[in-house]
């Protein structure tokens, strides 16, 4: 006798098969349940309070003496140099670039020496 269904399998091959769909079941859930916890808390966490912004200011300024308030960077008077570097005779050291063309060979030439102040 040849059977074409499944209707004929006996009672324990089936509630077998509805215990291992429930299990899977319940572990989906359960994993479900998990990564919904997992991104809540990963979400609560970054609600980090804002830095506070101080308003801008030139720190540069700020920081140098009276002696040196109003000058260039590195143009500098010896008052300024002396305040800064608490030397009594700070040396200036200041550069002036000449350049000399030779416009047959299609060169320049740059002489960088010390400038006298």
Do not use: H
Request: proline share 4%; aromatic share 8%; charged share 20%.
């Amino acid at each position: 006798m040849t059977f074409t269904t499944e209707n004929f399998k006996t009672a324990p091959d089936r509630t077998y098969r509805e215990f291992v769909l429930a299990a899977v079941a319940a572990v989906a859930v359960f994993a479900a349940i998990a990564t919904v916890a997992q991104t809540i808390k990963v979400a609560s966490a970054s609600d980090a309070q804002p830095a506070e912004i101080a308003a801008k200011s030139d720190r540069v300024t700020s920081a140098l003496p009276m002696s040196c308030q109003g000058q260039a960077w590195g143009d500098w008077t010896s008052e300024c140099l002396s305040a800064i570097g608490g030397s009594s005779n700070p040396r200036q050291v200041k550069f002036k670039t000449f350049e000399s063309r030779d416009a047959q060979g299609r060169t320049s030439i740059l002489a960088r020496v010390p400038a006298r102040s």
